[in-house]
């Protein structure tokens, strides 16, 4: 993330999306053109109103106790993370499974480029080389359906724990950063995750929807059955339900409220 924010070519002019009259500030929309860049979203806006404010900072945080709530030694840089895998021979055999980042303040010019994503970790393949009845065998040892999911969030686990500890340090400290041609010293970056993007595929095993799924997205009621109607009405998921369903302290319980939920 460090390398992203202090890459040459990400620091050009034209490639970061920044306040013109402040460009450590929170961002403003200017014009309808604006549209296709990602802080000109609301879930942007809000965020930062939310963590510049300091709602989520404990009090020892390093955040706290660097800034005191000073907004103008801070900086807002949501992150974009992407996840998919790619085969890297000829014949298909093998698989990269990266785990990109970048960053929500450059334009989408640079999200286009190479030079706009870093891996922050690789998915090794476990299964690679397996027989059919060698899967099934590892399929039995670890609980049944869902265990490809449940061993790829177990190494999610270990890839995201640097962000999971930068988010608890409040951010990441540079003793001097220069943005838009104003450089500032001291300065705590917040990078909180915006979004997470990708295909259908790796979507579903980052959200854990195995075969149990009866529905075809995690955002509304449309049952599988329904994906060659076109004229099925879609009722958007109760977002209060899922987050009750989580809050279930059983493992059971809360894994069957889930399952009723699609």
């Known amino acids: ?45 809000d965020n930062w109103d939310k963590f510049m404010n300091n709602e989520d900072d404990d009090e020892d945080s390093d955040n706290e106790r660097m800034n005191n709530g000073d907004v103008s030694n801070q900086f807002f840089c949501p992150l974009v993370m992407y996840s998919d895998s790619t085969n890297i021979d000829r014949f298909s055999h093998f698989k990269a499974h990266p785990v990109m980042v970048a960053l929500a303040c450059h334009s989408i010019h640079v999200h286009r480029q190479f030079h706009g994503w870093h891996p922050i970790g690789f998915i090794p393949d476990p299964y690679h080389g397996l027989s059919k009845n060698d899967r099934k065998l590892l399929r039995s040892k670890n609980g049944g359906i869902g265990y490809k999911e449940r061993n790829l969030h177990s190494m999610l686990d270990v890839i995201l724990k640097e962000l999971k500890d930068i988010q608890e340090r409040g951010g990441i400290f540079f003793e001097e950063l220069t943005l838009g041609g104003v450089t500032k010293q001291n300065v705590m970056v917040k990078v909180p995750l915006h979004m997470v993007i990708g295909d259908c595929e790796g979507n579903d095993h980052l959200a854990a929807k195995g075969k149990f799924a009866t529905r075809i997205s995690c955002a509304c009621t449309c049952p599988k059955n329904e994906s060659d109607n076109p004229f099925c009405k879609c009722k958007y998921q109760d977002k209060t339900k899922i987050i009750r369903a989580n809050e279930i302290s059983d493992e059971k319980e809360a894994l069957d409220a889930l399952k009723k939920l699609g």
Not at 34 to 45: A, N, R, T
């Open 1 to 45: 993330i460090r390398s992203l924010i202090l890459d040459p070519m990400n620091q050009q002019t034209g490639n970061l999306i920044l306040n013109p009259e402040d460009p450590f500030g929170k961002y403003i929309p200017s014009d309808e053109n604006d549209i296709h860049e990602i802080l000109s979203g609301s879930v942007y806006q």
